[in-house]
């Protein structure tokens, strides 16, 4: 073909729609990405846009990936999946969930960044994305005397989670909740090394047909040993079975500041006091905002004698991210890239001497941004620490076995 006198020149690249790559992206989706009509909110909200590097366009990976364009994939790994984009979408678009869509193609198309394998095959042979043995996973109970759940015995399973049971921070935070469990006399049981991953991080990593696999196992696994009430120590795990286990589940989840809520609300449960202390309290994303949870955190701090709550300027369902959801736990961020050290100055502006959370992954955050920003008199604590700081007492003698538990 010959260029006309006078004409601008010819495109030698040319990007030419193709349907099957649209179907693909919409299989992939559930045909979510279809709704998104392109307005941008998502972006102008996404928490990125507070920190170094752009927020994520939304709407260009979806067009991106319609086109096939090299690279459109960088973008979906850097989602945390905290839902903030979706409280503003004016079109209800689940765009945690097309993200995650996107990344099982990101998968197909081998545009995963480096190391990401290495975490489902953790999974894979050790049964936990740390890559720990198996026959290591209830050391975190060393001395703890935690009986295996029995369902004659205990109304209550307590399911610690991967990163409470083989992180050192964490695993303090697993034997508060049993504390605080223990004082409310709570029958509960655990399985021991015999805990399966709940399938999170192979979800959150876009690797459904794995995490389809996994639910299904442990439905089974839990069926068989007679659980009909679990409460979690992480929201993440607690989010996983409420929200993506099915119909075939038949049990009850609580995250365990629910069911601490509840007891002191029962008065099975009493919290001594401190000293004239002030915290302020950070919502994670995944109760906040994915399960309309505020209450139960606050009302537990509410029972503590002597603390003074000060809420950050982004509280309950406008929190703010620590970075560590949608996998980004298993994946590098500069330092001048992570959201927790802004959450953190946040937090230190309060005045508050400790900043209190209820999620393993914020609290390993968190900790990272008080080292970052300098704000070394603020201390991260869980609410179940806290409330065994303040010391959790039986206010009865002897507490009915409840089947609410």
């Known amino acids: 073909m010959t260029a006309l006198v006078g004409a601008p020149p010819l495109v030698p690249d040319v990007i030419l729609l193709d349907d099957d790559r649209w179907d693909r992206v919409l299989a992939a989706t559930n045909g979510e990405a279809a709704a998104c009509y392109q307005c941008g909110t998502c972006t102008a909200t996404c928490p990125w846009g507070l920190v170094a590097g752009p927020s994520i366009g939304v709407r260009s990976v979806i067009r991106e990936a319609q086109l096939g364009i090299d690279g459109w994939a960088d973008s979906v790994w ?45 999974m894979h042979w050790d049964g936990n994305p740390w890559g720990r043995p198996p026959s290591a996973r209830s050391a975190w109970a060393a ?12 109304t209550t399973l307590l399911y610690i989670g991967c990163t409470a049971s ?21 029958p509960f049981g655990t399985l021991g090394d015999d805990e399966p991953c709940c399938g999170d991080p192979a979800r959150s990593l876009g690797n459904d047909a794995y995490f389809a696999h996994m639910a299904a196992a442990n439905t089974a696994q ?20 409420a929200s993506h286990y099915g119909e075939g589940a038949r049990f009850r989840v609580r995250h365990y ?57 982004r509280s309950r369902a406008d929190t703010l991210c620590c970075g560590g959801g949608g996998g980004r736990m298993w994946m590098e961020t500069p330092a001048e890239e992570r959201f927790a050290t802004s959450r953190v100055r946040e937090a230190a502006a309060t005045g508050a001497s400790y900043l209190v959370t209820t999620c393993p992954h914020c609290i390993s955050c968190l900790e ?3 080292k970052t920003s300098g704000a070394q008199n603020l201390k991260v604590i869980d609410l179940a620490e806290l409330a065994m700081l303040a010391g959790c007492v039986s206010a009865s003698p002897s507490s009915p076995e409840a089947s609410h538990d």
């Open 78 to 122: 850097r989602c945390t999946t905290c839902g903030a984009c979706e409280a503003r979408c004016p079109h209800q678009v689940p765009i945690g969930e097309v993200m995650l869509g996107l990344r099982s193609l990101a998968w197909r198309d081998q545009s995963v960044p480096s190391g990401l394998s290495n975490v489902l095959w953790d």
């Open 368 to 370: 990272d941004g008080v």
């Open 143 to 154: 001395g703890l005397d935690i009986p295996r759940f029995d369902p004659a015995i205990h």
């Open 222 to 241: 839990f069926e068989a040993a007679g659980v009909a009430n679990i409460v979690t120590v992480s929201p993440h795990c607690y989010d996983t079975f």
């Open 257 to 313: 500041s629910q069911l601490a809520r509840d007891l002191i609300a029962e008065g099975r449960v009493a919290i001594g006091g401190l000293e004239e202390v002030s915290a302020t309290f950070h919502d994670p994303c995944y109760l906040a905002r994915h399960h309309d949870e505020t209450e139960a955190p606050r009302a537990v701090l509410a029972a503590i004698p002597g603390l003074e709550l000060t809420e950050m300027e």
């Open 166 to 186: 083989y992180d050192r921070r964490a695993q303090k935070v697993a034997r508060a909740v049993v504390g605080l469990l223990r004082a409310a006399e709570v």
